[in-house]
């Protein structure tokens, strides 16, 4: 991205060093995703449970709460456009 202006007016892109992007054939980088797939502790069948059962109790008393306040904004316009008939 950065640059430095050359003495002839052009724009040079080199920044000083050299990027080193390590190449890897389709066939090491599947070894490598299995590897580190390997070391990943998953959650254990009663953990997933109780997350999934999380998120349902925490929409629920989201869903509670915004009902409530969607209802009493709608309360007070309704009032207000009562006042202006």
Known sequence: MGGSCLADGHFSHYS???RHVAKTTPI???RQVQTETKKVIWPTRRETIMTGVMVVI???ILALFFL???SFFHAIVQQLL???V
Request: without cysteine.
């Open 16 to 18: 000083g060093f050299k």
């Open 28 to 30: 090491e980088f599947i």
């Open 58 to 60: 925490m929409t629920t």
């Open 68 to 70: 409530g306040v969607d």
């Open 82 to 84: 009562k006042l202006a």
